[in-house]
């Protein structure tokens, strides 16, 4: 794959991808690894991708910068949770994580306490998640399969043909209605396998609000996926 690099300072590297579906110019910056991505389509000269590159050196920068800000998991720190900051605090004796208080009490290893607190939201995630699939689904009447938790970035939720939901965990960073509005959007899809305008009625019966929390996941998301739980 070729590869141009953008000079200042840090330089940036931007792989060159050739395309046959590609209608146009697309710069990307991979939320995983921050790995920048130029695809092209055929006929459209690498000159040309490399200006295109050149006139868009601000929001590349701006959108790195951002995505290094991470918030790194410590003890004496903070952790989202519910939309709040939640204090992270050691304790003598303490056996995994336990919420106290305001306080998410943990023991005093900073070694292991990012993966502590990582279960800690897992759990509270999938029950959250789960009581909220069953009233929605109690709501319409309908029955789902199972419910998966992962730590996706390309999507907070997502409905099989069969039935069976997913979710991300780090949807119990946010604020409940956010939390409640992907389980609604998903559940939705038990009815509509689709984004019509059918769907968004079953939304809108669900969830009146989801317009707002729409915006706040657009505008509020990545922070989540920028909590880091180990270094």
Request: hydrophobic residues 40%.
């Given at each position: ?22 209608r ?14 130029l695809?092209?389509p ?19 920068r701006?959108?790195l ?9 410590r003890l004496?720190?903070v952790?989202p949770?519910?939309g ?21 009490w ?12 990582q279960?800690?939201?897992?759990a509270?995630?999938r ?7 069953d ?6 009447g ?31 960073m ?12 998903e ?7 689709n984004?019509?305008?059918?769907f968004?009625?079953?939304v809108a ?5 989801h317009?707002?929390?729409r ?7 990545d922070a989540?996926h920028r909590?880091?739980?180990?270094d």
């Amino acid at each position: 794959m070729a590869r141009h690099v953008l000079d200042g300072n840090p330089p940036i590297t931007v792989e060159l991808r050739r395309s046959a579906r590609a209608r146009r110019l697309s710069l990307r910056v991979s939320r995983l690894d921050g790995r920048v991505t130029l695809t092209l389509p055929h006929g459209v000269p690498e000159r040309e991708g490399v200006a295109f590159i050149a006139s868009r050196e601000g929001w590349l920068r701006d959108h790195l910068g951002a995505m290094r800000d991470e918030h790194a998991v410590r003890l004496g720190g903070v952790v989202p949770f519910r939309g709040q900051a939640l204090p992270v605090r050691a304790a003598d004796r303490q056996r995994g994580a336990a919420l106290r208080d305001g306080v998410l009490w943990v023991p005093d290893d900073p070694v292991t306490v990012g993966t502590r607190v990582q279960t800690f939201l897992k759990a509270q995630a999938r029950d959250a998640l789960a009581s909220a699939s069953d009233r929605h689904a109690a709501a319409l009447g309908r029955s789902y399969g199972r419910i998966t938790l992962r730590d996706t970035r390309s999507r907070w939720g997502s409905c099989t043909s069969a039935g069976d939901l997913m979710y991300s965990w780090r949807l119990i960073m946010a604020p409940p209605e956010v939390l409640d509005y992907v389980a609604a959007h998903e559940v939705a899809h038990l009815v509509e396998m689709n984004h019509s305008a059918a769907f968004w009625a079953v939304v809108a019966r669900l969830f009146p609000d989801h317009d707002r929390c729409r915006r706040w996941l657009r505008t509020e998301g990545d922070a989540l996926h920028r909590v880091r739980f180990a270094d």
